[in-house]
């Protein structure tokens, strides 16, 4: 995807370190960070420089890879980085496609970057599949940012529009600011805005509302974890979006690839939801009137916040799951489909009959 | 109520103007204003120094008396006043109050005195009945700010948690931080903090995630407009509160007095929805590390924004309307009922039988 007309990625490798779009600086600034450690990958983790759940992935992948390289404890690397947060499968994908190729560093890197390459084939199938959900001027809805700064190149929900709008189709995005942290105003708004999309935003509360009133065609979202059942947990304020859309007959679909569905939780009441410190609710970053990135408190001193990060979304309101091997219920049996296409796909010879799913 | 331990109201008349708390400062500092003409009153209203339904119609009442004791032209001054804010019910019935009253200026403060005063019974009367809604540490979730900074001296939503935290029940509230003005963060929890009420703040979009984890035992929210059928337009973002309460079986209060009640609108579909100022969403206000208080911007420069400031939620969804004269269904009939029990309330010699409604 571009930045001021130029291609670029959100993170990639290089001999010194690994490099990053630092995120906390977006939309106010385009700042790059680089990991040269384990504790460094980490660190860009847990404070959210690096964020996105494909992306986590990709990042701890090259941090792990790196740990090799450093000649650093792989064990400890591993437990390290796959602490960092709790809610995101694709982070433990990562890890696992790195250290499978344990302990050749160079071989570990080929690995990251093989999963890296995999993730941005992923995101553009999805793109592809997601966008027969489009006609000319669709108004689609998104929540938290699911685009390229949150998986490589593409995104999982914005990779559709951005086919969509490749395609001339002119969509149209309404833009949920995203509080706490705010990454629909600040990254979504910032990346629609990059590849000239049409978008407005809207306080997270006024969703419904719009709903309500016909103004949304469709909702999309991304998503951190997907349960065996299609329940899928993503940003906090997913679900209430999802209960909107189904009062009122608006198709609700998750764009997510399969490395964020985790076969081995049964429902989403399985999900470990991460609660993230309550200086986030308390408090809003912004830039001030002389261009300073500034944080303001905006509640009396003192008081206390309760600051949940995702929520589950019930199969039962998700329309459809957009993967890289298509569109699939939210369900059991939808989702052993879409793992039974990918297996046929990597199979030699095209589609194969022995895998029942 | 109290702050800082002494007795205040939110807006109070004397002879060099109506003096009200300017909202804006809060929570940062207690700011007193004073309107001393009839523009003055307006732009207050307008730019939301002062708010909420029942106290732009006290406001308003005692500015349209201000209008009489200055000499000035009293069709003009209703004209001015009553197009401030299109969604606020309260607004017109404080000023047909006061015009009922004309044309001795004396007489017109007195009728504003007395719809103050009424307003103040009303409200405290909301607080005993919605009183039998708690029981001991009933945890509820409020939205806005309905509390005695919206209506003088009890508030509607937060009448109940007043009335409940006088009688030891200890309540326990949460307090959503109601983007883009964040009128819960800074205002209700202020309210709460000076009356020793247990509270933390939410992000908006927390709020169906606690009542789909069952932390929340009760919903309770002010409104803005209240249709014939029971449909109630309030803060934006509560008509999702109320979709959330509806899938999870926890009740969904509407506290309104019955100047809140429009019984010339049919259904909540023809209730006004201001549009606000897009700089709402686009910024945010708060105060920096030095205490100023500054504003910044939260989205790239040039981002467009929505501002829908209310929204509709449909009768079927709301438990009940708690009242000054009980609670009653929200519906043409418990609607009809409550005004026949206000109306027999003020007959000589009590219940009569002639009203139906």
Same mark, same amino acid.
């Given at each position: 995807? $571009?930045?001021?007309?130029?291609?670029?990625?959100?993170?990639?490798?290089?001999?010194?370190?690994?490099?990053?779009?630092?995120?906390?600086?977006?939309?106010?600034?385009?700042?790059?960070?680089?990991?040269?450690?384990?504790?460094?990958?980490?660190?860009? +983790?847990?404070?959210?420089?690096?964020? #996105?759940?494909?992306?986590?992935?990709?990042?701890?992948?090259?941090?792990?890879?790196?740990?090799?390289?450093?000649?650093?404890?792989?064990?400890?690397?591993?437990?390290?980085?796959?602490?960092? !947060?709790?809610?995101?499968?694709?982070?433990?994908? @990562?890890?696992?496609?790195?250290?499978?190729?344990?302990?050749?560093?160079?071989?570990?890197?080929?690995?990251?970057?093989?999963?890296?390459?995999?993730?941005?084939?992923?995101?553009?199938?999805?793109? =592809?599949?997601?966008?027969?959900?489009?006609?000319?001027?669709?108004?689609? %809805?998104?929540?938290?940012?699911? #685009?390229?700064?949150?998986? *490589?190149?593409?995104?999982?929900?914005?990779?559709?529009?951005? $086919?969509?709008?490749?395609?001339?189709?002119?969509?149209?995005?309404?833009?949920?600011?995203?509080?706490?942290? %705010? *990454?629909?105003?600040?990254?979504?708004?910032?990346?629609?805005?990059?590849?000239? &999309?049409?978008?407005?935003?809207?306080?997270?509360?006024?969703?419904?509302?719009?709903?309500? !009133? #016909?103004? &949304?065609?469709?909702?999309? =979202?991304?998503?951190?974890?997907? /349960?065996?059942? @299609?329940?899928?947990?993503? $940003?906090?304020?997913?679900?209430?979006?999802? %209960?909107?859309?189904?009062?009122?007959?608006?198709?609700?679909?998750?764009?997510?690839?399969?490395?964020?569905?985790?076969?081995?939780?049964?429902?989403?009441?399985? +999900?470990?939801?991460?609660?993230?410190?309550?200086?986030?609710?308390?408090?809003?970053? #912004?830039?001030?009137?002389?261009?300073?990135?500034?944080?303001?408190?905006?509640?009396?001193?003192? =008081? $206390?916040?309760?600051?949940? /990060?995702?929520?589950?979304?019930?199969?039962?309101?998700?329309?459809?799951?957009?993967?890289? &091997?298509?569109?699939?219920?939210?369900?059991?049996? @939808?989702?052993?489909?879409?793992?039974?296409?990918?297996?046929?796909?990597?199979?030699?010879?095209?589609?194969?009959?022995?895998?029942?799913?």
């Amino acid at each position: 995807m $571009k930045v001021r007309g130029q291609d670029m990625r959100v993170v990639w490798w290089s001999d010194d370190g690994i490099h990053y779009i630092d995120q906390r600086a977006l939309p106010m600034r385009v700042e790059i960070g680089v990991a040269r450690d384990v504790e460094e990958v980490a660190r860009a +983790i847990e404070v959210m420089a690096v964020r #996105g759940a494909p992306l986590i992935g990709v990042f701890a992948a090259y941090g792990f890879a790196l740990a090799a390289r450093r000649g650093a404890a792989l064990d400890a690397a591993y437990a390290r980085l796959s602490g960092t !947060r709790p809610t995101a499968l694709n982070l433990w994908s @990562g890890l696992d496609a790195v250290r499978a190729a344990a302990p050749n560093p160079c071989v570990m890197l080929a690995a990251a970057r093989a999963y890296d390459d995999a993730g941005i084939a992923a995101a553009e199938a999805i793109g =592809t599949h997601g966008l027969t959900l489009f006609r000319h001027g669709t108004r689609v %809805l998104t929540h938290c940012n699911a #685009g390229w700064l949150a998986v *490589q190149d593409w995104g999982t929900a914005l990779a559709p529009v951005y $086919k969509a709008a490749r395609a001339g189709l002119e969509p149209f995005v309404y833009v949920s600011e995203t509080r706490p942290r %705010l *990454q629909g105003a600040r990254l979504t708004a910032w990346e629609l805005r990059e590849e000239g &999309v049409a978008h407005v935003v809207i306080a997270d509360s006024a969703a419904a509302h719009l709903i309500q !009133r #016909g103004q &949304v065609d469709l909702v999309l =979202t991304g998503a951190d974890r997907v /349960a065996a059942n @299609g329940d899928a947990a993503n $940003k906090i304020g997913t679900y209430s979006r999802a %209960l909107a859309a189904s009062a009122h007959g608006v198709p609700f679909y998750v764009a997510a690839p399969l490395s964020t569905i985790d076969r081995a939780i049964t429902t989403g009441a399985e +999900i470990p939801i991460e609660e993230r410190p309550e200086d986030e609710v308390l408090t809003v970053e #912004g830039v001030d009137d002389s261009g300073a990135l500034v944080r303001v408190r905006v509640t009396p001193a003192g =008081t $206390k916040a309760l600051n949940p /990060a995702f929520d589950v979304t019930p199969h039962r309101l998700i329309t459809g799951i957009v993967t890289e &091997v298509g569109i699939v219920p939210a369900s059991d049996r @939808g989702i052993a489909e879409a793992f039974r296409r990918a297996a046929d796909a990597t199979r030699p010879g095209g589609r194969g009959g022995a895998t029942r799913g």
